[in-house]
């Protein structure tokens, strides 16, 4: 350590030395500085135009804003799938969240300094907004909601907490967390003579789980939701239903409902996706008349290998588990089939090769290095590249 004398100058140095260095290159004439500048005065003067980032593909998209509001609004007056609520429910949601959880501290199944964390006062209703799949004919909107401070986003994430440590360990065998993963699985695998590659996609499948299986799985396994929490089965339900039907966002001022599925955007949607896959492909595996080579899953997708001729049962099987999760399939193109950033490739003796894989709209584009992400982030992914070509 640095005479105390000396200290105080050596930090107006220091803080020197990161200014300058935070601001070099920034305030020069380059060329992305004069990029940058030129658009955002372009985009100062045309405030009827959008950047938007895309669904996938980290492509950044200009539309117009009344080609937004009419897809937007396209989109959730599709009265199939939404219902509109003529008041604002935000006080409502807020109350009865509050009763809850006043509930479980009277009752000792939490504590005071929990209960105050999780109790809100100020909650604002849940955002929706839509990044364009650029990738889709007519460039459709996918609809995110953003429940940041919602009345419901505080007790949401406490009861996920609480199936996610019951259930993410030990629980699916099927499920990955990253390509790298899925890489080391199946990298190099034999198949069987006359066995093929393909992908099952579910269509929606957030908006597609029903209360009935959600509430089914839970009792089905509530030995494990038992180990992590002291909160009785039907209490924890009742809260779990009353997350579910708090389902709303608000956009324009006007006020929406999901009329079916689980809560778009919460904390919960993530690990009830996973419960459900993981019981729908163990329930379906005990129909096929066929052993499966592999099966993995990554949110709603599914890639395994099959007889060449099981594809209809196959689709029979899954389709049949709840009448509402549909799957679509998309079979092998010149032996191979797309699967979470890869292409898995069938070589001729039925190995399989993996390759990197991005959609035709993709651009390809990496994470800048003068974006505000850590420092740590842009090293791994640096490493991570380097990783997988090696």
Request: charged share 20%; aromatic share 12%; hydrophobic share 35%.
């Amino acid at each position: 350590m640095s005479p105390p004398d000396t200290q105080d100058l050596l930090r107006a140095r220091t803080t020197n030395a990161i200014t300058n260095f935070l601001q070099s290159g920034w305030n020069q004439e380059t060329l992305h500085h004069r990029l940058f500048m030129k658009s955002k005065h372009f985009l100062k003067d045309h405030e009827d135009i959008k950047i938007i980032r895309a669904d996938k593909g980290n492509v950044t998209v200009a539309i117009s804003s009344a080609q937004y509001d009419e897809k937007m609004s396209r989109l959730i007056n599709d009265d199939t799938v939404y219902r509109r609520i003529l008041t604002d429910p935000t006080n409502k949601y807020q109350t009865s969240s509050n009763k809850f959880i006043k509930e479980l501290k009277d009752n000792g199944w939490i504590n005071s300094p929990t209960a105050t964390k999780l109790n809100n006062y100020k909650g604002t209703p849940p955002l929706i907004y839509g990044p364009p799949k650029i990738h889709k004919q007519d460039v459709p909107l996918r609809p995110i909601v953003s429940t940041l401070n919602s009345p419901t986003s505080n007790l949401s994430k406490f009861m996920a907490d609480f199936l996610s440590t019951a259930f993410k360990e030990n629980f699916s065998n099927y499920s990955m967390k990253n390509s790298y993963e899925f890489a080391r699985k199946v990298k190099n695998l034999q198949l069987p003579p006359n066995y093929v590659i393909v992908s099952l996609d579910v269509v929606s499948l957030y908006t597609n789980i029903s209360w009935e299986i959600t509430e089914r799985i839970i009792r089905i396994h509530w030995a494990r939701t038992a180990s992590v929490t002291n909160i009785p089965q039907e209490c924890f339900l009742r809260i779990f239903k009353f997350l579910f039907d708090a389902n709303y966002f608000v956009y324009k001022g006007q006020y929406f409902s999901l009329m079916f599925g689980c809560p778009i955007g919460s904390n919960l949607s993530d690990i009830l996706a996973f419960i459900v896959m993981t019981e729908l492909i163990n329930i379906c595996l005990l129909s096929l008349p066929y052993e499966l080579t592999f099966l993995y899953l990554y949110v709603d997708d599914i890639i395994t290998s099959i007889p060449a001729d099981g594809l209809q049962e196959l689709l029979k099987v899954f389709n049949s588990y709840d009448e509402h999760i549909q799957f679509t399939v998309e079979e092998e193109n010149e032996n191979s089939v797309p699967f979470l950033n890869t292409r898995v490739i069938r070589a001729p003796d039925n190995t399989l090769r993996l390759n990197w894989y991005r959609k035709p709209t993709s651009s390809g584009r990496y994470i800048h290095y003068r974006s505000n992400h850590d420092w740590k982030v842009k090293a791994n992914m640096i490493l991570n590249l380097k990783k997988w070509n090696s």
